[in-house]
């Protein structure tokens, strides 16, 4: 598999400022070094509770803000290039390169991602203009195009985006991400805002358009059912570190770290023969200013010991399989652990 | 089986400047003592509305235009019923937050960000379980050997106390009041309530009960503020809670808490019927014995939970179970085609036959009406009439 994206101790640490100098005196650990390759094609689902650094990461990965250290590594199309470390990479550098538009992102919520001043052509035009001359009836086509390969039509160009429903502001979002035929698109929980019966609507949509473009995606969400329908590799995240990754079928089937199970047990089922007993974490997440010494999970793990206070588990091999890495100290005792605590699961 | 909760064709407009969004179509349904109702549906479809109107607090350009809602608070006699709809505003607001209980969705709308969290539970037992904090602060009083010394009446304002027990709509009471000394003179009332929310957060498995009760709301966590807002329900011990969304903003392992918790409330008969608002239909399925799916201001479809979910009969309802991502799902999603209506301008007909795959002719004419599948399982389609 080819790689596209490699991240490398990658940290962001927002700064949190006092006294009278304003000076910084702490910091908010949002990332705290997480290392992950992506490769091209595939969807990668990045999972957690809030604050745990989902969006930070994919707010870093398309340099929305500047990651504190560490690396991001792209590796253009042709074959045998080298990496480009574009984490400290200007503006100007990167559209020599050729990079401006190859990353694009799609919010959380579309009524507060697109203007609410601009006509949807002109919104969709946007990232087109900014990318280069074109000619003004090229444009146009372009961008019926595009709302066509979203299931709009070209009524719809000169309308604003209070006239639209949820489901189809989000369509615009996405028409408006795969303009400037992107290679990466980062997907912020896009579709926890809408109804069950859209989120269908939009999920199938994204789906066809990765497979028609070859799009590699960063799927961002806390509901873990749309993750695994969507995603082929699924990232779990505690408190900015990487807990758990695996292939989904394999995450799915036999998780190794107790967060992972906590998580797959609390999702409410419609199948009664799915409802099992339930593993409820006591307390909250931790605050990610001050996080917990050792392992971040002690504080909330059933199965703490005193190892888990002491070290950071490193993100090891689950029964010699590269694809599923896990980092906890007991991940090799934890299904029975399970078993014996909390019953047939 | 009594009913705590019967509504009959109950109709709500709002008046807006686009014309009149009839938000609610003849819905009726009726909730069981002792048990979880769960009322589903998209985002616009009437959930809130309903409970809101069987609060009477639809708020302005929204009027109640018909329908009944009869309330029998007792689970032995059924025939006791009032309806809510031809009480006065007083009445309601002595019913309010005390036999029927809501928690919003927002946990952080829901609470005031100046007034300790002791504050706002002790706010529910201040208003609704008055006669009875100062009943027991009087019998202390003249108890020689006082448990608690620190509640302590003061000479002054002592005879208030009584006259707030006996008179509390007398003329003389409003106009000690008001007296510069005496204005504080409920001060004893304020600590016992807040004491009692402290034996409350303790019963919901809330760390520290002491400590949290002068906080804030900002010093707590979601999950943690939500369980205030379940506190603030639970103070007046109401007979039927209504939770609209009040899991929905929560992360998944804060909501399994947050489940188990009205789960084990339940058991423990703190509550006994529960009226569910939610969208997400796993929720539904494992805390609800019966459910009611809404669409665009009609209920569809009413029954027991595995009818519903196992049998489900309105077109609907199917596809809405079709459309949500399942742990063994393989394949596509199916989704539901077109967009929920316009309320200004329903459908004529059946609201739902725009996005029918079963749509006759006869759908487009007039409103399907409810018929009977087994026992408790409704339907309002024409294909089962």
């Known amino acids: 598999m080819e790689k596209i994206l490699e991240l490398k101790k990658l940290k962001k640490h927002y700064p949190i400022l006092g006294g009278v100098l304003r000076r910084q005196v702490n910091s908010v650990k949002a990332l705290d070094g997480i290392d992950l390759t992506i490769n091209r094609g595939e969807c990668i689902g990045i999972v957690g509770e809030s604050g745990c650094g989902k969006t930070t990461t994919g707010k870093a990965i398309i340099k929305l803000h500047k990651a504190t250290s560490g690396k991001i590594i792209y590796y253009p199309k042709a074959v045998s290039s080298p990496g480009i470390d574009i984490t400290r990479l200007?503006?100007?550098?990167?559209?020599?390169?050729?990079?401006?538009?190859?990353?694009?992102?799609?919010?959380q919520d579309p009524t507060t991602s697109l203007n609410p001043r601009m006509l949807i052509k002109n919104i969709i035009a946007e990232p087109l203009r900014t990318q280069g001359r074109i000619s003004?009836?090229?444009?146009?086509?372009?961008?019926?195009?595009?709302?066509?390969?979203?299931?709009?039509?070209?009524?719809?160009?000169?309308?604003y985006p209070h006239e639209f429903s949820?489901?189809?502001?989000?369509?615009?979002?996405?028409?408006?991400?795969?303009?400037?035929?992107?290679e990466i698109i980062v997907l912020d929980e896009p579709t926890s805002a809408l109804d069950v019966s859209v989120q269908a609507q939009i999920l199938n949509l994204l789906k066809k358009l990765k497979n028609e473009f070859n799009l590699t995606y960063i799927f961002i969400t806390h509901h873990l059912l749309v993750v695994k329908y969507i995603s082929t590799r699924i990232v779990v995240m505690y408190l900015g570190k990487i807990v758990e990754i695996a292939n989904t079928e394999a995450l799915f089937a036999n998780p190794a770290h107790p967060y992972t199970f906590a998580l797959f047990s609390g999702i409410p089922s419609t199948d009664a023969k799915d409802i099992s007993n339930r593993i409820v974490l006591t307390g909250d997440v931790p605050s990610p200013i001050n996080p917990p010494q050792g392992c971040r999970f002690h504080t909330r793990c059933p199965f703490a010991m005193d190892i888990c206070k002491k070290?950071?588990?490193?993100l090891a091999p689950v029964n010699n399989n590269s694809q599923h890495r896990v980092a906890c100290h007991r991940s090799r005792e934890v299904p029975d652990l399970i078993q014996a605590t909390f019953g047939n699961t | 089986m009594t009913k705590i909760l019967k509504i009959k064709d109950l109709v709500t407009n709002f008046y807006t400047y686009e014309g009149v969004v009839k938000a609610l179509n003849k819905v009726s349904f009726h909730v069981n003592h002792g048990a979880t109702f769960g009322l589903v549906g998209e985002s616009g479809c009437g959930?809130?509305?309903?409970?809101?109107?069987?609060?009477?607090?639809?708020?302005?350009?929204?009027?109640?235009?018909?329908?009944?809602?009869?309330?029998?608070?007792?689970?032995?006699?059924?025939?006791?019923?009032?309806?809510?709809?031809?009480?006065?505003?007083?009445?309601?607001?002595?019913?309010?937050?005390?036999?029927?209980?809501?928690?919003?969705?927002?946990?952080?709308?829901?609470?005031?960000?100046?007034?300790?969290?002791?504050?706002?539970?002790?706010?529910?037992?201040?208003?609704?379980?008055?006669r009875q904090i100062i009943e027991k602060i009087l019998k202390l009083d003249t108890d020689p050997n006082n448990p608690f010394p620190e509640i302590k009446v003061n000479r002054l304002t002592k005879p208030l106390y009584h006259i707030a027990l006996n008179h509390p709509d007398s003329f003389l009471f409003k106009l000690l009041k008001k007296i510069p000394v005496l204005k504080k003179w409920d001060n004893g009332i304020l600590r016992t309530a807040v004491e009692k929310s402290v034996e409350l957060l303790a019963t919901l498995g809330i760390p520290n009960p002491e400590k949290i009760v002068h906080q804030y709301p900002h010093n707590l966590s979601g999950g943690m503020k939500q369980r205030v807002v379940i506190a603030i329900a639970l103070a007046?011990?109401?007979?039927?809670?209504?939770?609209?969304?009040?899991?929905?903003?929560?992360?998944?392992?804060?909501?399994?808490?947050?489940?188990?918790?009205?789960?084990?409330?339940?058991?423990?008969k703190i509550i006994s019927s529960i009226l569910l608002i939610t969208h997400d239909l796993g929720v539904v399925a494992e805390t609800c014995d019966r459910v009611g799916v809404m669409y665009a201001g009609n209920l569809c479809e009413v029954g027991n939970v595995r009818q519903i979910f196992d049998n489900p009969k309105h077109p609907y309802t199917k596809a809405l179970l079709a459309s949500v991502p399942k742990v063994k799902q393989t394949g596509e999603l199916n989704s539901i085609a077109g967009n929920v209506p316009n309320l200004v301008n329903p459908p004529s007909g059946c609201r739902f036959h725009p996005r029918c795959d079963h749509v006759m002719e006869k759908c487009k004419q007039a409103f399907p009406p409810t018929s009977q599948i087994d026992g408790d399982h409704h339907v309002a389609c024409y294909l089962y009439n």
């Open chain 2, 236 to 268: 007046s011990e109401p007979v039927l809670l209504i939770a609209d969304e009040a899991t929905s903003n929560l992360d998944v392992t804060v909501q399994a808490q947050i489940l188990d918790l009205l789960n084990e409330l339940k058991k423990d």
């Open chain 1, 311 to 314: 070290n950071l588990p490193d």
């Open chain 1, 166 to 182: 949820g489901g189809q502001r989000q369509r615009i979002a996405v028409a408006r991400a795969i303009a400037t035929n992107p």
């Open chain 1, 136 to 159: 003004s009836r090229q444009l146009h086509e372009k961008v019926i195009n595009l709302l066509n390969l979203v299931g709009l039509t070209k009524d719809h160009l000169l309308r």
């Open chain 2, 47 to 130: 959930k809130s509305v309903t409970v809101r109107s069987l609060m009477q607090i639809v708020q302005s350009p929204g009027v109640i235009e018909g329908g009944q809602i009869h309330f029998s608070p007792d689970p032995e006699n059924e025939s006791i019923s009032i309806d809510l709809l031809k009480q006065s505003e007083s009445f309601m607001q002595d019913l309010r937050g005390n036999q029927i209980s809501m928690i919003f969705q927002e946990p952080n709308a829901a609470l005031n960000p100046i007034m300790t969290i002791g504050e706002q539970i002790g706010e529910s037992y201040y208003f609704h379980r008055k």
């Open chain 1, 90 to 107: 200007s503006s100007s550098k990167q559209r020599k390169i050729g990079l401006t538009g190859k990353m694009q992102m799609v919010f």
